[in-house]
């Protein structure tokens, strides 16, 4: 069985602060994939990372990062400098190849000017 | 423009009634897939397609039902055996199932809100 776990359901931080998103997941699969996703007000699921289980370079993308730590099966989202356009719901999940994905239950970020 | 089309984006319906959640996608992708999502809650699986003409059940398919005859089209239908279909229901698809591995990332529609009324 697979499992993701945010334990941050919401977090509110003032603009141009750094927040970091938790990400903790549990898998018997030797090969698997995590990714994260952003979902704003409008609803729609914006896809932001994908990384697979031999890969545990981080990686920096602008003002985001991602810290993958196969030792603590952890795959954790940090925001630098936040602004207003990042408040969003953020889902991390989890699939093995040929499977479904398991989304974690969500963290919304909330942005104060 | 490449992409997933969910129609409409509300949708009211009586206690009782069937109705039929439109999906297209022009990304020429095998897989497509539905979820529900509940306030406050993550996404559940709801059905599943790896190709056009199979489809295999999720987590929570009872009261549902899909079909996919085109590659491009994946509707749902939400019948009346479904105790509480009020949610936000979100179409995706991907290049394929992944067998391969390399290609599971899931591209996600604008999403269709249900309320019964």
């Known amino acids: 069985a697979q499992k993701v776990t945010q334990a941050q359901t919401e977090i509110s931080v003032v603009e141009k602060e750094d927040v970091t998103l938790d990400c903790v997941y549990e898998t018997r699969d030797t090969t698997y994939y995590l990714f994260w996703y952003k979902q704003p007000p409008s609803g729609e699921l914006v896809f932001l990372i994908r990384r697979n289980s031999f890969d545990e370079q981080n990686e920096i993308s602008g003002r985001y990062s991602w810290n993958f730590q196969k030792s603590t099966s952890s795959f954790n989202f940090t925001i630098t400098a936040s602004q207003v356009v990042d408040s969003a719901v953020y889902f991390c999940?989890?699939?093995?190849?040929?499977?479904?994905?398991?989304f974690g239950s969500g963290t919304r970020l909330q942005v104060q000017p | 423009d490449g992409g997933i089309t969910q129609s409409p984006k509300y949708l009211f319906r009586k206690e009782g009634q069937n109705v039929t959640l439109s999906c297209e996608q022009n990304l020429n992708h095998d897989a497509m897939y539905w979820y529900r999502q509940d306030p406050g809650q993550g996404l559940r699986l709801i059905y599943y397609s790896q190709i056009v003409n199979d489809f295999q059940k999720g987590d929570i398919a009872e009261g549902y039902s899909v079909s996919r005859e085109k590659k491009e089209s994946f509707p749902l239908t939400v019948t009346s055996a479904q105790k509480n279909p009020t949610a936000f229901y979100l179409c995706?698809?991907?290049?394929?199932?992944?067998?391969?591995?390399?290609?599971?990332?899931?591209?996600f529609g604008p999403g269709t809100r249900l309320t019964v009324l």
């Open positions: 995706a698809s991907s290049i394929d199932w992944g067998t391969s591995g390399s290609t599971d990332t899931q591209y």
């Open positions: 999940a989890l699939t093995p190849p040929g499977r479904a994905l398991t």
